[in-house]
């Protein structure tokens, strides 16, 4: 990622004020796929997640693809243009996402061959499909997304799901 993603986490003190717990900047990881990079904000793995007053950090050193079924994970994608692979990377999660462009273009390809151009301002919902993200534009692309973890109707349980074996490169964080 060319910019940093600050993160700025609060909690409460031993008089059960609001204060701040941490300032600092989320962990970024490269892709071993073409111009992709991830950073992961926060995690939960239950819900309704249980509140304390001193959470330790749930973000682990290396990137985490698993979300639990009760889990949530709020992460900031970022794609540089003209470095997509020449075939898109198909996969699928067993969570709910919520999706939002920040800045840029991104295009999402889906098993039936739709492609739909996300513009800057643009949300989707991601349902547990097969998809691949890929940036045509001429500029960079950064993404929102809080993910949530989900259980698949019978009919959809023996489908295929994501591997981060598939990356076929080893994930490791950047220090910025």
């Not at 910019?3 to 059960?16: C, K, N, S």
């Not at 796929?33 to 939960?44: F, H, N, Y």
Request: hydrophobic share 35%; aromatic share 6%; proline share 7%.
């Amino acid at each position: 990622m060319t910019q940093t993603i600050r993160r700025v986490v609060t909690g409460h003190d031993a008089q059960g004020r609001s204060v701040v717990l941490s300032d600092t900047d989320a962990r970024v990881h490269p892709l071993g796929r073409p111009g992709m990079s991830l950073g992961d904000v926060w995690a939960t793995s239950d819900y309704p997640p249980l509140v304390t007053p001193d959470e330790p950090d749930p973000i682990r050193e290396a990137l985490d693809f698993t979300i639990k079924e009760r889990g949530t994970r709020l992460r900031i994608l970022e794609s540089t243009p003209g470095e997509n692979d020449p075939e898109p990377w198909m996969h699928r999660t067993k969570t709910i996402d919520y999706a939002y462009v920040i800045e840029g273009e991104m295009c999402l390809i889906l098993d039936d061959g739709v492609e739909v151009v996300l513009k800057e301002g643009d949300t989707v919902v991601q349902r547990g499909t097969n998809h691949a993200w890929v940036n045509r534009s001429g500029k960079r692309c950064r993404m929102l997304f809080v993910m949530m973890g989900a259980e698949f109707a019978p009919e959809l349980a023996d489908f295929e799901l994501f591997s981060p074996d598939e990356l076929h490169a080893t994930i490791t964080p950047t220090e910025r």
